[in-house]
């Protein structure tokens, strides 16, 4: 199944970005996006989950064009499908990190799985306020609550950068577990090649134009 098109993307802030974008993401593919500082990555992510909308072009979530829906259909579909990481963690800070992941398993109606914590490393930690954490707990506890909402589409912006090698290397790894197992699909922005070359396609955005490498 196709969970996302991408096509004729463009973009511009003070000068271009990019344009004439096109990706395709399908059920348990990962395609990573890597790129210099400053060539619109995290822009070209931000239209691709829905928060930014393109000067040009069509963005499609499940096959269907995300800009004739309407509002609620695609504020159900960002609140049920959609996930996103980012390095910055957004994590409610006067609370646990228990009381984080239960917003998100409330609104999703999905359980807070004991084997995500224990893969993540953050079961001994999981009642402590989210102040009391490293930036590296805090941003694993992140990520287990986008997990815990079973979205199709995971979106990643540099998502294991407050991480060390070993654990970054497991994340992805989970990261790409969910995707086979819960046939869905994520698109990695990253500066890490090493981290982009374990994903199934990788593209660089370069010169305004996004071409496939792998």
């Not at 802030?13 to 004439?20: K, V």
């Not at 506890?141 to 950068?161: Q, Y």
């Not at 955005?205 to 071409?211: A, D, G, S, Y």
């Amino acid at each position: 199944m196709n969970l996302l098109s991408a096509k004729n993307i463009s973009h511009t802030f003070e000068y271009e970005l990019f344009s004439d974008v096109e990706l395709n993401l399908q059920e348990q593919e990962s395609i990573a996006i890597i790129g210099m500082s400053g060539s619109g990555k995290s822009t070209l992510l931000h239209i691709l989950s829905t928060l930014l909308k393109p000067d040009e072009g069509t963005i499609s979530i499940f096959d269907e064009n995300i800009y004739e829906m309407s509002n609620k259909k695609l504020l159900k579909i960002k609140r049920d499908s959609l996930g996103l990481v980012f390095q910055s963690h957004y994590l409610f800070k006067g609370f646990s990190a228990y009381e984080n992941l239960e917003i998100a398993s409330l609104l999703s109606q999905e359980k807070i799985e004991d084997k995500l914590l224990e893969r993540l490393k953050i079961k001994e930690c999981i009642k402590q306020k989210v102040t009391e954490l490293s930036g590296g707990q805090q941003q694993r506890v992140s990520i287990a609550r986008v997990l815990t909402k079973k979205p199709k589409i995971i979106f990643a912006d540099e998502p294991t950068g407050n991480l060390d090698k070993e654990t970054a290397n497991e994340v992805m790894k989970l990261f790409f577990e969910y995707c086979e197992d819960s046939k869905a699909g994520m698109i990695l922005v990253t500066h890490d090649e090493s981290l982009a070359h374990m994903c199934n396609k990788v593209y660089k955005l370069e010169n305004k134009k996004l071409i496939k490498i792998k």
